[in-house]
Nanobody, 121 residues
Framework: VQLQASGGGLVQAGGSLTLSCVAS????????TAWFRQAPGKEREGISCANPSTMRTYYQDSVKGRFTISRDNAKGTVTLQMNRLKPEDTAVYYC???????????????WGQGTLVTVSS
């Protein structure tokens, strides 16, 4: 599967952004889908995941209540709605999929190219 992420940009603290990821080459139906981010000088971290079987969603504590992941299998898209953004959310954001269908951040095997989100204070 090929993934193309978009929607990043510059936003003031407290603002919102919506990231989108379009999948091609394979259907999303049985793939776990997730968003990761990598802040300057830090390792990449998984922040949200959607399980394709249970439709459960998972969030890292730092984004819980502010970010919402959603997926549209028919359209082959995954979206991350980000609200009440903070300067510490500044990072390159990546969408990813996992063939095994599990929301284990260590097992994601297809990646988009990343989109930069910058939150100013």
């Amino acid at each position: 599967v090929q993934l193309q992420a978009s929607g990043g940009g510059l936003v003031q603290a407290g603002g919102s952004l919506t990231l989108s990821c379009v999948a091609s080459g394979s259907k999303l139906d049985w793939l776990a889908t997730a968003w990761f981010r990598q802040a300057p000088g830090k390792e990449r971290e998984g922040i949200s995941c959607a399980n394709p079987s249970t439709m459960r969603t998972y969030y890292q504590d730092s984004v819980k209540g502010r970010f919402t992941i959603s997926r549209d299998n028919a359209k082959g898209t995954v979206t991350l709605q980000m609200n009440r953004l903070k300067p510490e959310d500044t990072a390159v954001y990546y969408c990813a999929t996992a063939k095994n269908g599990w929301c284990d951040y260590n097992l994601f095997d297809s990646w988009g190219q990343g989109t930069l989100v910058t939150v100013s204070s």
